[in-house]
Nanobody
Framework: QVQLVESGGGSVQPGGSLRLSCEAS????????PSWYRQAPGKSLELVAR???????IYGASVKGRFTISRGSTKNLLYLQMNSLKPDDTAVYYC?????????????WGEGTQVTVSS
């Protein structure tokens, strides 16, 4: 069974940094288009960052220049480095990934990790 597990969330003061991790586990043959999304209270789901199939990296306008998405040394690891955090970055952050298990590609979501930015 394939699953995604996020970690690294927590509480931080404005201007601080956090590094989120996402680990995919299970019978994974291939991976593609890893992404991070977030959802703040009372708001809709928002794309934070994505690594497209051609390698291009897309960032949401509100995080560009402050957040960095990257892959780990193995295909099943994904990171989101978040610097200069603001109270508006408070949200549940979700890892989203297209994964091939056996002959089937599916889109998977993690359960989310809470990030709270507050003084």
């Amino acid at each position: 069974q394939v699953q995604l597990v996020e970690s690294g969330g927590g509480s931080v003061q404005p201007g601080g940094s956090l590094r989120l991790s996402c680990e995919a586990s299970g019978d994974i043959f291939s991976v593609d288009v890893p992404s991070w999304y977030r959802q703040a209270p009372g708001k809709s789901l928002e794309l934070v960052a994505r690594i497209a199939s051609d390698g291009n990296i897309i960032y949401g306008a509100s995080v560009k220049g402050r957040f960095t998405i990257s892959r780990g040394s193995t295909k099943n690891l994904l990171y989101l480095q978040m610097n200069s955090l603001k109270p508006d970055d408070t949200a549940v952050y979700y890892c989203n990934w297209d994964l091939q298990s056996g002959m089937t590609w599916s889109t998977y979501w993690g359960e989310g990790t809470q990030v709270t930015v507050s003084s």
